[in-house]
């Protein structure tokens, strides 16, 4: 974006200084007021203040009529009452800029996070702005990058010590970065500073985060599996998907067999700021009336059930469940749906509308179709990716293996950047070198069966 008109730094049209105070006073004046401008008298106010010429009304027209040989014949447009600038928005770094923050906290509001960052970073290219400050660090804390917002988030909390929003924000971020103890000291230095200076004591958002933080001291993480090797080419989708479950409820990351959903979503789980994590996996359930014992086995509402009761159907099961999750800030995690997807979708529909402070986060190769959920694309690994994870596991099983990097590119393209299909090709390399393998996967992956005790049985 590159307006005509700036106003923000240097006043000037198309980068060339607009010459004299007075034509400099007139355009920030109008653009000031903004597109429905001023009345003659207003701006002769404002230019000439307490020292007004002979004739004000024909000195504005001479003083009009000079700014638009500056700029253009259009740019001032006579009205009514006065003058208002006959520009674009994007024409106007200020009117740009106020647009930009606006819609930057919009996104924010509903939790577009990555739409959220991009329109403040271009507001904060056009000049510097304490809103898009406040959006950046707000939605990089929510992204879950706690250090790299807490100095920002800090020095908003100092001149704004009393917004109970922005507090919520700077003691989470504090938490993440410096620990729960942190946080918790921050907090009763916040309660102290009320009562003393306000003579009143934190509101709902302060007490809801002050709950958070003592349930972290205490955090709960189940069916959480922490991988042996790195994520490689997957930073990008951590970042986007983070970004959303900090505000919508449901996320479901959509896409086929061998993406690495699952990876995905234990890292996310392992990730997670919530103090209650638990990861449900639905690879090897079959009937749809076992996903709720799935989840409860790993809620652990079971303990008090009978050997009796364990032989009928329960109906109190879900709210069982929905007592459970409804202690604290929870992310539920439900891996592997798309083959009970109607029963997965009803169950979620039901913990959703009983539980205020849940959040989900599904993998499947299709949608829940849910109101509430947003949908999360996962592609492919990019090639550079590929091949580095290609490398990485090859060597990993044989160091002295010699890789010669247009056939690596060559054969994880033709793997169609899967990341399940290029570990299991790299395994083979114990016994096999790049170029047999390239030679041989064209049957359909046959080669790659077998390849990691560890790996799920469906792999």
């Excluded at 001479?62 to 006959?86: F, H, K």
């Excluded at 971020?173 to 102290?192: C, E, F, M, S, W």
């Excluded at 109607?342 to 009983?354: I, R, T």
Aim: net charge negative.
């Amino acid at each position: 974006m590159d307006p005509r008109l700036k106003l923000l730094s240097t006043v000037s049209w198309r980068s060339r200084p607009i010459p004299g105070e007075r034509m400099r006073t007139l355009l920030r004046t109008l653009a000031e007021a903004g597109p429905r401008g001023l009345s003659a008298e207003a701006l002769i106010d404002a230019i000439w203040a307490d020292d007004p010429p002979e004739h004000p009304s024909k000195a504005l027209q001479v003083l009009v009529s000079r700014t638009r040989t500056q700029t253009t014949a259009e740019a001032i447009e006579r009205t009514t009452t006065g003058y208002r600038l006959a520009l674009q928005t994007a024409d106007i770094d200020l009117w740009a800029l106020d647009i930009l923050t606006t819609d930057a906290e919009a996104a924010l509001t509903v939790g577009d996070i990555p739409r959220a960052l991009e329109l403040a970073r271009t507001a904060i290219d056009l000049g510097e702005d304490s809103r898009a400050v406040h959006v950046i660090a707000v939605a990089t804390a929510k992204q879950g990058r706690h250090r790299e917002a807490l100095p920002e988030l800090t020095r908003l909390h100092e001149a704004n010590p009393f917004d109970e929003k922005l507090t919520a924000e700077f003691l989470r971020a504090l938490a993440g970065a410096k620990g729960t103890p942190a946080a918790l000291q921050a907090y009763a230095d916040v309660q102290t500073r009320l009562a003393e200076d306000l003579g009143s004591s934190s509101g709902p958002a302060l007490q809801a985060v002050h709950q958070e933080l003592l349930a972290m001291d205490e955090p709960v993480r189940s069916g959480v599996r922490y991988a042996a090797t790195s994520l490689l080419g997957r930073d990008d989708d951590l970042e986007q998907v983070t970004g959303l479950l900090s505000s919508a409820r449901l996320v479901t990351i959509v896409g086929p067999g061998g993406l690495g959903k699952t990876r995905l979503a234990q890292e996310l789980a392992r990730m997670s700021p919530l103090p209650h994590v638990r990861v449900v996996e639905l690879a090897t359930i079959r009937q749809p009336d076992e996903v709720i014992g799935a989840v409860a086995e790993t809620l652990q509402v079971r303990e008090t059930i009978s050997r009796i009761e364990r032989q009928t159907p329960l109906p109190d099961l879900r709210s069982r469940i929905i007592a459970q999750l409804s202690v604290g800030r929870n992310l539920l995690v439900l891996d592997n749906c798309e083959h009970l997807v109607d029963a997965v979708s009803d169950l979620v529909s039901d913990l959703l509308s009983a539980v205020s402070d849940l959040r989900v986060l599904t993998t499947s190769r299709t949608p829940l179709r849910l109101t509430a959920e947003h949908t999360y694309y996962l592609d492919q690994l990019p090639s550079t990716e590929a091949i580095e994870l290609f490398t990485q596991r090859a060597r990993a099983v044989r160091p002295s293996i010699t890789l010669n990097r247009p056939v690596v590119a060559e054969l994880v393209d033709h793997l169609d950047g899967l990341p399940l299909a290029i570990e299991l090709a790299a395994a083979r390399t114990r016994t096999h070198s790049p170029e047999t393998i390239l030679e041989n996967v064209a049957r359909r992956f046959e080669l790659l069966r077998g390849g990691d005790r560890s790996a799920p049985a469906r792999h």
